[in-house]
């Protein structure tokens, strides 16, 4: 069977690539899901091109000829929930649960931003001098480059572009190489739902060929990105000295806590679903396990009991607990880490290889392990957690709150004062007590501190601050 070509996306039309590369499934890698036609300098430069020439017709909709672009595209995608959660599952390798749930998520978001167009985001100010009026309004910014990583194919980009859009925004859109058939679909979603030509441009392509070109040309005013810390922190660099807005979301290194005062059942959930949903490939998922002297042997018992009947295997078959890892490289980035904690001193228990062909591997705990092992302070992005055992409720706030990378952070208790004091106490952006650190709302500031996010949170009311820019007005009416 010849599989479908995908290709970049330039001012409304297919912009075919210099090179090929196949989009492999990773429950079963002989399975080509699309192959992408790769873009290069020249795409990232026609794309930005087109991008700029669009804005100024694009800044000078109404909200409500932008809100009903995103309401559309919301509705197309909730629509075929099914059918795209298929897709994701079978390109990136998480549960059919689990994906079609991203993808209502990312209908959810382009219909959240739609009433988002809607809304006042301006204000009137009485002057200080007579006489004199103040408006501060919010104006879009220009150009807004997008590039996302592998682990969120839809709903990452869906809350990056539908801010970038709903405030005037033209977007260049460079989606993770592993994943383009879901960003294709987006995309295309969104330009049928009424978008001009040029205002959402697609580019397919490798970070290291197309970045520079995307992230530094002088048409663009402002890069959202999320990835890896090196790649945020090459961005950042390579824009220094320039005005171009950044927002970065990073790493996540997240601690749950356990508390002898903890409900067993609801730790055990909070930290299975949180370290090893979505393959634990997650940048909120709890890699650390912060466990208290008196809970810790129960915890760590509840938590074999329960992976002892998971199910690892093909992300679309019938009552899998967990897909793949992604692809190969990251297995072998999964298996280096369980060594080196092993080699540090660790119990590993599980982690080993599944299956012969797609890229499965078994859930996997470091036990033993310390807040300065390397598997507690470095993020695996897999289903690895490593469990840190400490005397009392201060060792673990202090336990918790040694991670670099403070994106969330949970603690399970039924003591009211260890749940106030942690939800103050932590260092983390965001805070979940008795549920896991991963899983959050749309309609809220996402983000973290340290080396985990950088420039304004995304997400819910806060995308206002990144995804515009504020005039202040001063007007002196004069009398009648
Ligand atoms: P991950 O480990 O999630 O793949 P990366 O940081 O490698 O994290 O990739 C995240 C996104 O950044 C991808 O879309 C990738 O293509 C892109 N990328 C990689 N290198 C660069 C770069 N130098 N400039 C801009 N984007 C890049």
């Not at 012969?356 to 310390?370: I, K, Q, R, S, V």
């Not at 706030?397 to 990378?405: G, K, L, P």
């Not at 009311?461 to 001063?474: H, M, N, R």
């Amino acid at each position: 069977m010849t599989s479908r070509v995908l290709a970049s996306v330039v001012a409304g039309a297919r912009y075919a690539g210099s090179a090929e590369q196949p989009d492999l499934n990773p429950s079963d890698p002989t399975d080509v899901v699309a192959v992408a036609s790769m873009g290069d300098l020249d795409t990232a430069v026609a794309a930005v091109d087109a991008a700029a020439t669009a804005f100024p017709g694009w800044a000078a909709t109404t909200p409500w000829q932008r809100a009903e672009v995103l309401d559309r595209a919301g509705s197309e995608v909730l629509a075929r929930a099914d059918e795209l959660g298929d897709l994701l599952a079978r390109e990136e390798g998480k549960t059919l649960a689990e994906a079609r749930g991203e993808v209502v998520r990312a209908g959810q978001i382009l219909k959240y931003f739609a009433g988002v167009a809607l809304q006042p985001h301006g204000q009137a100010v009485d002057s200080v001098r007579a006489g004199v009026e103040i408006t501060v309004t919010r104006e879009p910014l220009g150009v807004v480059t997008v590039i996302t990583p592998w682990n969120f194919p839809i709903a990452i980009p869906a809350w990056k572009i539908a801010p970038a859009l709903a405030f005037g925004n033209t977007v260049v859109f460079k989606p993770a190489e592993l994943v383009p058939a879901s960003a294709w679909e987006l995309v295309d979603i969104l330009n049928r739902a009424g978008l001009p030509p040029g205002v959402l441009n697609l580019v397919l392509g490798r970070g290291s060929q197309v970045g520079s070109a995307l992230t530094g040309h002088p048409s663009v005013a402002a890069v959202t990105f999320t990835g890896s810390v090196e790649t945020g922190r090459r961005i950042l660099e390579a824009l220094a000295g320039r005005s171009t807005k950044v927002q970065l979301e990073l790493g996540g290194k997240n601690p749950l806590v356990v508390t002898d005062k903890a409900d067993l059942g609801v730790a055990v959930e909070c930290l299975v679903q949180g370290g090893f949903g979505s393959t634990g490939q997650r940048c909120t998922a709890s890699s650390v396990l912060v466990a208290t002297d008196g809970i810790h042997d129960a915890l760590v018992a509840g938590i074999r009991s329960r992976l002892a009947g998971w199910r690892v295997g093909d992300a679309r078959a019938n009552g899998i607990d967990m897909g793949p890892v992604v692809d190969a490289s990251q297995l072998e980035q999964d298996e280096r880490y369980l060594a080196i904690a092993a080699a540090e001193g660790a119990d590993v228990i599980g982690g080993r290889r599944l299956g012969d062909a797609g890229h499965f591997l078994e859930p996997a705990l470091a036990l033993g392990a310390t807040v300065d092992s390397t598997i507690s302070r470095e993020e695996v992005f897999g289903p690895v957690v490593s469990v840190v055992r400490v005397a009392d409720y201060e060792e673990a706030v202090a336990a918790a709150n040694a991670s670099t990378m403070n994106l969330s952070a949970g603690i399970c208790t039924t003591n009211l004062a260890e749940a106030a004091h942690f939800r103050r106490a932590s260092k983390a952006g965001m805070v979940m007590v008795n549920l896991p650190t991963a899983g959050v709302d749309f309609h809220v500031p996402f983000g973290g501190r340290g080396e985990s996010s950088h420039g304004p949170r995304e997400q819910g009311t806060a995308a206002v601050e990144f995804f515009t820019t504020s005039k202040t007005s001063y007007l002196a009416a004069g009398r009648p």
